[in-house]
Structure formats: C-alpha cells, structure tokens
DNA sequence: TTTACATATCGTAATATCGTGATATGATGA
DNA sequence: TCATCATATCACGATATTACGATATGTAAA
C-alpha cells in the first residue's frame, strides 16, 4: 500500500536497451521463457531465475549480463536475491505497474 | 482507433532525458506552463506551444531546444505543425495513452 | 531585395553507454 | 586447504548522447 517512488530518468534509461527490455519480459512470465529443468518451476516463480539461465537466453556474455541486471535493480525494476552460489532476478511487478500509471495520469 | 504503432527503445530513449521530460510535462497542460501573454491560450490547445516559448522556459539554447523537440517527434511522443515562421508542438495524447497500457499488459 | 525573425541543421568536445575479456569475490564440496 | 562453480566488478575501445556555437533555411515585413 505504501506508495513506491522512483527516479523517472534512471528508469527510462534502464528501459531504453533492447536486451534489458528483454529480460524484463521473459520475467514476467519466467516458466514458459526460461528451461524449467534447470531450475524449478516453483523457484522461478517464488524467488526468481538465476543469472545463468538469463544469460544463456540472452546470448550475450556473463559480465555483460550481470551489469543489465544491475542496471535494472537500481532503477527498481527487479529484485536481487542470493541463495548459496545462485543470485536470483524477479520483477518488481508494482513499480512497473506504478510507472504505467505515472505515465497515464502525470507525464 | 486505429492501433497505434512504436518503437520501444526509441521512446524510452526519448524519455531518459530531463529536459526531454520536463518539455512533455509541461505540454501536457501548456497554458498553464507557459506565458498566455506570448501566445493565445486558444492557439496553444488547439495547434501547440512554438519552440520559442519552450526554449525560454527550458532555459537552453535554441539549438539544444529544437535537436530535442525533434527526438521527441521522431519518437512520435509530439507532433509538430508550422505556421509562418513559427513551429507548434503538441503531445500525442494517444501515443502516450498506448504507451502507459503497454508498460501495464505487455512489458 | 534586403532585413529581421523563427527554427533547423552542422560540427564539436565532453561525457555516458555498450559489450567485451580479464580478474575478483563468495560459496560449496573434495 | 584447495579446486570449482556462479556471479560481480574492473578496465577498455567503440559508439552514442549531451549541449553548445556557428551557420543554413524558410517566412514575412520593410
């Protein structure tokens, strides 16, 4: 209920790149993007997916993957979480939602 | 009605500028942003604010002012109309709406 | 037709972003 | 402890963006 807050320029920015546009998709819905013999479907949805599996989606090298998905946690976008050796990316879904509405009623 | 079509990127690059936000924000209700005594609040809200105006308030030259204008516009974020020697700049209200639904249902 | 005004375009230095390879960190298991 | 795996960070060249001054274009008015 708390109402989330934002940096609009940093969150443009994080969006304006096809890649983390990407990512940002296939996190919506992570089960039928990402190999779910891999990793659980359970995990995915609870936790999120670990960086290995964006990144072989992705196609594009480990640290270049690993700075995407930091991009788009400082600008609020997705949640990190570490388990043991694995860091795990799920979407903040209310801030994209308030970002939707932002835009509808503010920008 | 017709489905409007966009470019993500380029509309989120659009977007990840201040200036570039402040002048949307500003259009999105230009008679109160702007000075009515310089232009008629009626030709404002029918044709747009002419980029002297947004340059004034923006307080950058005239180049910058104009260069951003254009990246708005080929983003398709304002439409621009000339009359005489002056250039009009409105949003596009329905860009914008279509923008904000997307974010919601698709991103 | 010259002058003035409004806007657009060009050329630019400074700064930021992109994507990479190399290296560092952190966790687990032998 | 050491080796290994997953991820993060560093350093870097290539490319893009920022904001500017100078100049070009287009319109109108003297």
New binding site residues.
Partial sequence: MTKIQFNQVDLF?AL??E?RLKILYWLKDPTTHFDTKRQAIEEMNEVGV???LI?DKLE?????T??Y???LQRAGLVE?RRI????YYKRNEQLIHELANFIETKL
């Avoid at 594009?60 to 270049?64: K, L």
């Avoid at 043991?84 to 860091?87: D, F, H, I, V």
Wanted: glycine letters at 4%; proline letters at 0%; a positive charge.
């Fill in positions: 920015k304006s790149n890649a670990c960086v290995s990144r594009m090298n480990q640290s270049t690993s700075q998905l930091s991009t990190a043991g050796k694995w860091t």
